[in-house]
């Protein structure tokens, strides 16, 4: 007679210290494993935690069985405007492709149990298209609450790399080899073109995050208060994030520099055969030349030569990424409003954000 296989129970735990987060670290990255973005590490979230928990109140969810061993996590923190409250992911400001922790569905659906059962509201952005996370929060037994999802609202490029640097210009269309070709030329009328990689130590990463702040803030983004170097938040976590980076060997900048002038600068951590590009900024006075586009070629012809897979651009879908061989990756976002005071305070600030960022939206002429 054949035995059934006996379900997993699983015991969800809520963590809200930091002390206890942190003692996650070896757990968190052995599921973090089994997915190929370093966006899912603990590096990741414990440089969110350092720069923007603030005020709010960590609230990670954790599936552990019978023996305490994790099978789930599901990060988020706690957000109070008033007397409302909201769960939204951890690291959210980032702006990056998000999503929860699991071996399988099955151990993610009590943690998704448990968080539908505080009735609170809930918002997760950028969650992978076809992720499990989204069917998962479609079927949690979420009673009296409005339910929005936006399938497929937001999207990254990745680019394909080659065996070569050779073999990846040869892919590039004519048309696009001699544009390249082009910018190069107006770039060396400014001087000598170089172009640098850097695997940073421990002990150089604050210079070269330093170069690349100020290469950031020099143009557009300096002056509408949207770089790094202005959003003090923000340059606490990547600079949290990169001393972690370069000390598992990961972290990676690249330089472009034109008459001795560093014009353009990148940083992105090398993982899972990929190359992740975090931050890309270049020096407006030499925007004629596009030195990010140079910039963004030369390191994926050595992200080529070092026998990398492909090139995640990340962020949001730019069409200037299309011009080597790309594909894109499509993200959902999904959001509950319980039919309650908090509930209806965020739906309605929700939809009041979406109205004023269509009606202040440049019209195309």
Same mark, same amino acid.
């Given at each position: 007679?054949?035995?059934?296989?006996?379900?997993?129970?699983?015991?969800?735990?809520?963590?809200?210290? $930091?002390?206890?987060?942190?003692?996650?670290?070896?757990?968190?990255?052995?599921?973090?494993?089994?997915?190929?973005?370093?966006?899912?590490?603990?590096?990741?979230?414990?440089?969110? /935690?350092?720069?923007?928990?603030?005020?709010?109140?960590?609230a990670?969810f954790?599936?552990?069985?019978?023996l305490?061993?994790?099978?789930?996590?599901?990060?988020? /923190?706690?957000?109070?405007? +008033?007397?409302? %409250?909201r769960? *939204?992911?951890?690291?959210?400001?980032t702006?990056?492709?998000?999503?929860?922790?699991?071996?399988?569905?099955?151990?993610?659906?009590?943690? #998704?149990?448990?968080?539908?059962?505080?009735?609170?509201?809930?918002?997760? @952005?950028?969650? +992978?298209a076809?992720?499990?996370?989204?069917?998962?929060?479609?079927?949690?037994?979420?009673?009296?609450? $409005?339910?929005? #999802?936006?399938?497929?609202?937001?999207?990254?490029?990745?680019?394909?790399?080659?065996?070569?640097?050779?073999?990846?210009?040869?892919?590039?269309s004519? +048309?696009?080899?001699?544009?390249?070709?082009?910018?190069?030329? %107006?770039?060396?009328?400014?001087?000598?073109?170089?172009?640098?990689?850097?695997?940073?130590?421990?002990?150089? $990463?604050?210079?070269?995050?330093?170069?690349?702040?100020? /290469?950031?803030?020099?143009?557009?983004?300096? @002056?509408?208060?949207?770089?790094?170097?202005?959003?003090?938040?923000?340059? %606490?976590?990547?600079? *949290?994030?990169?001393?972690?980076?370069?000390?598992?060997?990961?972290?990676?900048?690249?330089?472009?520099?034109?008459?001795?002038?560093?014009?353009?600068?990148?940083?992105a951590?090398?993982?899972?055969?990929?190359?992740?590009?975090?931050?890309? +900024?270049?020096?407006e006075?030499?925007?004629?030349?596009?030195?990010?586009? #140079?910039?963004?070629?030369?390191?994926?012809?050595?992200?080529?030569?070092?026998?990398?897979?492909?090139?995640?651009?990340?962020g949001?879908?730019?069409?200037? %990424?299309?011009?080597?061989?790309?594909?894109?990756?499509?993200y959902?976002?999904?959001?509950?409003?319980?039919?309650?005071?908090?509930?209806?305070?965020?739906?309605?600030?929700?939809?009041?954000?979406?109205?004023?960022?269509?009606?202040?939206?440049?019209?195309?002429?």
């Open positions: 007679m054949l035995q059934r296989t006996p379900i997993p129970t699983y015991h969800v735990e809520r963590v809200a210290s $930091v002390a206890r987060f942190l003692e996650l670290e070896p757990e968190w990255n052995r599921l973090a494993a089994n997915f190929s973005t370093p966006l899912l590490h603990h590096e990741w979230f414990a440089a969110s /935690v350092d720069a923007f928990l603030g005020c709010s109140e960590l990670i954790v599936a552990r069985d019978a305490g061993s994790v099978h789930a996590i599901a990060p988020f /923190v706690l957000e109070r405007e +008033g007397v409302f %409250q769960l *939204r992911l951890l690291g959210y400001r702006l990056e492709p998000a999503g929860l922790l699991c071996e399988d569905r099955a151990a993610l659906k009590p943690v #998704i149990d448990a968080i539908a059962a505080l009735g609170i509201p809930l918002e997760l @952005r950028r969650l +992978g076809a992720s499990c996370e989204i069917s998962a929060l479609c079927d949690a037994p979420m009673r009296r609450t $409005v339910r929005m #999802i936006q399938p497929g609202h937001a999207s990254s490029t990745w680019a394909r790399l080659e065996s070569s640097a050779e073999a990846l210009e040869a892919k590039l004519p +048309g696009r080899r001699s544009e390249l070709r082009r910018k190069r030329k %107006q770039a060396e009328q400014g001087g000598a073109v170089t172009f640098e990689a850097v695997v940073p130590t421990e002990a150089t $990463v604050a210079a070269n995050l330093d170069r690349l702040f100020e /290469v950031e803030a020099s143009g557009w983004k300096g @002056r509408a208060k949207t770089a790094i170097l202005a959003d003090a938040p923000l340059r %606490q976590f990547y600079t *949290r994030y990169a001393a972690a980076a370069a000390g598992l060997g990961e972290l990676r900048f690249f330089f472009l520099g034109i008459g001795g002038e560093t014009a353009a600068a990148i940083m951590v090398e993982h899972a055969e990929r190359l992740w590009e975090l931050k890309i +900024g270049f020096q006075r030499w925007s004629k030349c596009s030195p990010g586009l #140079i910039l963004a070629h030369e390191t994926l012809r050595h992200a080529s030569d070092q026998g990398l897979a492909a090139y995640e651009f990340l949001g879908s730019d069409g200037w %990424q299309e011009r080597w061989p790309h594909a894109k990756h499509a959902s976002s999904f959001r509950s409003f319980p039919l309650s005071p908090s509930g209806g305070y965020f739906l309605a600030k929700d939809i009041g954000s979406a109205l004023w960022r269509r009606a202040t939206r440049p019209v195309k002429t």
